[in-house]
């Protein structure tokens, strides 16, 4: 199974046969060319599209229910609304981390229920993805004390998880310390059993960042696998977190950051040929054909042939036998006529 999804900072050809050849179960996206989304649409009609849409100052403090309508104002302008083509928005990015004072969370709140409000009065079907705080920001239970009107009307969750050098090395730390792990990547799992004591399943996950950055260590630049990792190294991290995202099925999936990257992320790219491991994910497993042979000592195995020359030799012990057991029905059938 693939959770493996793609964060889309600019659109290409080769970015659109990579979601060719994936089929990713979730697409984020900054860049909102309407061809290229109608294209998307084409080739893989069930694809969660999310947009995105780029504010340098994310401003809500000074009147949050305002500011939050104002925004959704400025993504409905995007035409790729109007023909339906993606299902949902992120409102800001990143803008709340852990040390902010609490008041600015319940003003974050607030503003987070006016944007999707705005959006579903244009789009009824239109959904928002909240939160979407950068790695490792606020505490198991904060979404739940600090942002009840967001989980009251919001059905899909954000969630950004990065680490380095690979996507478990804070979360098996944690293992051995004894706290659990789920520290940076698979953090969402602290936040989404608190969300789900209160709310059940009412909530979708969604990884709309992820992936390998240097920056989660203090004082390191904002850069990506390509600066030190190689490829297997790479998919290594995004092998084992596509099988941890597999094992919670309140995940839709995750966006690796980034499939399409801007100049300024370059180090972070994934085009190449691990959109082929990614989309090898897919893939259905190969069929075991196992056989019972009894042989002519009457000993009955069972194995799976492990090459076309074992399965013939296979069928012709079975031909033998079925022919031995015709022989002998015949012999009765003629007994008992006689």
């Given at each position: 199974m ?139 239970r ?6 009840p ?8 969750l ?47 996950a ?45 995940v ?78 015949d ?8």
């Open positions: 693939n959770k493996l999804g793609f964060h889309v900072n600019v659109v290409k050809p080769e970015v659109l046969a990579a979601i060719e050849k994936v089929k990713p179960p979730v697409i984020k996206t900054l860049h909102h060319d309407v061809d290229f989304w109608k294209k998307v649409r084409e080739i893989h009609p069930s694809a969660f599209i999310i947009g995105r849409l780029y504010d340098k100052h994310q401003e809500f403090e000074s009147d949050p229910e305002r500011r939050g309508r104002e925004f959704a104002d400025r993504i409905l302008a995007e035409r790729v609304n109007e023909l339906g083509l993606y299902n949902a928005w992120e409102s800001f990015n990143e803008r709340i981390i852990t040390s902010h004072p609490k008041e600015l969370y319940e003003k974050y709140d607030r503003f987070q229920v006016a944007f999707a409000q705005r959006l579903k009065e244009r789009y009824p079907e239109l959904e928002a993805v909240a939160m979407n705080f950068a790695t490792g920001n606020l505490a198991d904060d979404f739940v004390e600090y942002f009107r967001t989980l009251e009307t919001h059905k899909y954000g969630f950004h998880e990065y680490d380095w050098p690979t996507m478990w090395r804070l979360h098996e730390q944690g293992l051995k310390d004894g706290n659990e792990g789920m520290w940076l990547c698979l953090k969402y799992r602290r936040f989404m059993r608190e969300v789900r004591k209160e709310y059940g399943d009412k909530h979708i969604i990884i709309t960042e992820c992936g390998l950055t240097q920056a989660v260590h203090p004082g390191r630049g904002d850069v990506g696998w390509r600066t030190e990792l190689t490829e297997e190294q790479y998919w290594q991290s995004l092998k084992w977190y596509n099988d941890r995202l597999c094992e919670d099925d309140y839709m999936g995750c966006c690796i950051f980034a499939v399409g990257a801007t100049g300024d992320w370059a180090t972070f790219e994934t085009l190449g040929p691990i959109i082929d491991r990614i989309a090898a994910l897919t893939e259905p497993a190969p069929v075991e054909v196992t056989a019972t042979v009894e042989s002519e000592a009457g000993v009955t195995t069972t194995g799976t042939p492990t090459d076309a020359k074992a399965l013939a030799q296979e069928v012709r012990v079975l031909d033998e036998q079925v022919g031995r057991l015709e022989g002998l029905l012999a009765v059938i003629k007994k008992l006529t006689e």
